[in-house]
Structure formats: structure tokens, C-alpha cells
Nanobody, 122 residues
Framework: QVQLVESGGGLVQAGGSLRLSCAGS????????VGWFRQAPGKEREFVAG???????WYEGSVKGRFTISRDNTKNTAYLQMNSLKPEDTATYYC????????????????WGRGTQVIVSS
């Protein structure tokens, strides 16, 4: 069982930066893949970035070069550094944990946080 808590969301102007954190509980957190997803009002939840236990990462196309996912297993925490933010990045951001290899689909993630809201003003 893994519990996840996101933090770091807020209101930022276009072009600005935010760093989201995902604090995980349990000794097994370091063995899980962590993914970041986002859901904008009226839209489906979409994959943003993922990081495996060995720090292999992958990204959705629109955030490549702007977002960076990382993790610190000594702190049971994963991060999403978001730079050059755009109004279309506005959404609630969720972190999730999966036992699968390189999962991008939400159905492959068993554990979810409650989300943190990011608003990017133009």
C-alpha cells in the first residue's frame, strides 16, 4: 500500500515555473514507478511524465523540454519541475504509483494522490 500527497501547486504567470512534489509513504515507494498526470476542466486525465525506480524517465510530447521529473528515494519523494509554463498547462496535477514497467496509461497506476491545482495566467 502506498499513499501519495501532492504539493506545490498555485497560480503563476505564463512563462513562469513551479515545482510540484509528491510525497510517498511506505518502505516500498522506491520500487514503484511514479507518474504525473493532469486533468483540465472538461477534459480527460492525461499522462504528463513518468520515472521508474532506476530514474529512467519519459514525457508526453507537449511538455518535453519544459518539464522535468525526478525522484529522491531517500526522501520518498518525486518532483515535477515545470518551466516555461503556458495557460494550456492549467489543470489539477496528480501523482500516481505503479508496479508496471514504463506505464503511461492511467489504468496501470494503482495508487493516486488527491491532486494539486496549477493555474497559469496569460
Amino acid at each position: 500500500q502506498v499513499q501519495l500527497v501532492e504539493s506545490g501547486g498555485g497560480l503563476v504567470q505564463a512563462g513562469g515555473s513551479l515545482r510540484l512534489s509528491c510525497a510517498g509513504s511506505g518502505r516500498t515507494f522506491r520500487t514503484y514507478t511514479v507518474g504525473w498526470f493532469r486533468q483540465a476542466p472538461g477534459k480527460e486525465r492525461e499522462f504528463v511524465a513518468g520515472i521508474q525506480w532506476d530514474s529512467i524517465t519519459w514525457y508526453e510530447g507537449s511538455v518535453k523540454g519544459r518539464f522535468t521529473i525526478s525522484r529522491d528515494n531517500t526522501k520518498n519523494t518525486a518532483y515535477l519541475q515545470m518551466n516555461s509554463l503556458k495557460p494550456e498547462d492549467t489543470a489539477t496535477y496528480y501523482c500516481a504509483a505503479s508496479g508496471a514497467v514504463r506505464p503511461s496509461g492511467a489504468s496501470l497506476y494503482a495508487y493516486w494522490g488527491r491532486g494539486t491545482q496549477v493555474i497559469v495566467s496569460s
